[in-house]
């Protein structure tokens, strides 16, 4: 599964990185040219987070999908 997500705050890092700590797939965060781990905090502080991010999440769970949709990024 691949979404778009936005993670513009300290809240919502803290909370998809939670989320992403209970889930037992591996989950990738793109930014550029940079790929880290999304259930590394540090990992995620590391990127740019004033601009959308990609996630790739080796699931085709629907709840994960349900649970991710917080963070999902909707284009003004």
Not at 23 to 46: A, C, E, H, T, W
Not at 55 to 70: L, Q, V
């Amino acid at each position: 599964m691949t979404a778009t997500l936005m993670l513009d705050n300290m809240e919502k890092v803290k909370a998809f990185c939670n989320l992403a700590m209970s889930k037992p797939f591996d989950i990738d965060l793109l930014s550029g040219k940079y790929v880290v781990n999304g259930k590394s905090i540090m990992g995620i502080f590391s990127l740019d987070l004033t601009k959308p991010i990609i996630m790739r999440a080796d699931t085709e769970d629907p709840d994960f999908i349900e649970e991710c949709s917080p963070y999902v990024f909707v284009q003004p």
